[in-house]
């Protein structure tokens, strides 16, 4: 069993920068899939970002590419989005989610285990 805990979210002027934290608990295999979705009010669950647990290429929609980075901490089991350049259409609750291996990144179906969600408010 997987356990996801995130943290990070808030309210933020465009242009600016948040980190979105989601904690793992429970047993994490190294070829499992790590992701990011969010989701804005009255819109389909959208694909951010995502890459394997233990590192190596991450995939980046479009829209934010250049703009939000993964990174992980192996010590505590926490893996990180950090989200720069911020703009209002970035506002949406995000979700962590982990995948079984050989999934389809961007599909959100293919993810098994979710985060609570993290409030991301972008304005001014």
């Known amino acids: 069993q997987v356990q996801l805990v995130e943290s990070g979210g808030g309210l933020v002027q465009p242009g600016g920068s948040l980190r979105l934290s989601c904690a793992a608990s429970?047993?994490?295999?190294?070829?499992?899939?790590m992701g990011w979705f969010r989701q804005a009010p009255g819109k389909e669950r959208e694909f951010v970002a995502a890459?394997?647990?233990?590192?190596?290429?991450?995939d980046y929609a479009d829209s934010v590419k250049g703009r939000f980075t993964m990174s992980k901490d192996n010590a505590k089991n926490t893996q990180y989005l950090q989200m720069n350049s911020l703009k209002p259409e970035d506002t949406a609750v995000y979700y962590c989610?982990?995948?079984?291996?050989?999934?389809?990144?961007?599909?959100?179906?293919?993810?098994?285990?979710w985060g609570q969600g993290a409030q991301v408010t972008v304005s001014s």
């Open positions: 429970g047993s994490i295999f190294g070829l499992r899939v």
């Open positions: 890459s394997r647990w233990s590192g190596g290429i991450t």
């Open positions: 989610a982990i995948a079984p291996p050989g999934s389809t990144w961007s599909r959100s179906n293919a993810y098994d285990y």
